[in-house]
């Protein structure tokens, strides 16, 4: 029972903040730029992989809920570092470059 509940306690945690994550979160290329095809599909993938996350849940199916959760915020983290992608100064949010 006990790794049940800190299983539902970390998905709920990383659905919160992903879900925060992407409606802050921007592509930062020029419409124009080679750069802004690759931003923009990191931003599907992150949401791609959060709608596969609550699918997840929904069936109860936790921990392929918990491993879509955390993709989607690695496409996130990632597109921020890249430069891809801009969520702010938030650094509880996103990994920033430092």
Known sequence: MGAD?????RLAKY???TSKALAKI????????FLKGG????????????DDALHFQKEGDL???????????GWLDAGVRL???YGGEDDQAFTQYR
């Open 15 to 17: 659905l919160d903040l």
């Open 83 to 85: 430069g891809l992608l």
């Open 26 to 33: 921007q592509a930062v290329p020029p419409t124009r730029s």
């Open 63 to 73: 921990p392929r809920a918990l491993a879509a959760v955390s993709y989607a915020h």
């Open 5 to 9: 509940i800190e299983l539902e306690s």
């Open 39 to 50: 931003a923009d599909d990191m931003l599907q993938m992150a949401r791609s992989y959060f």
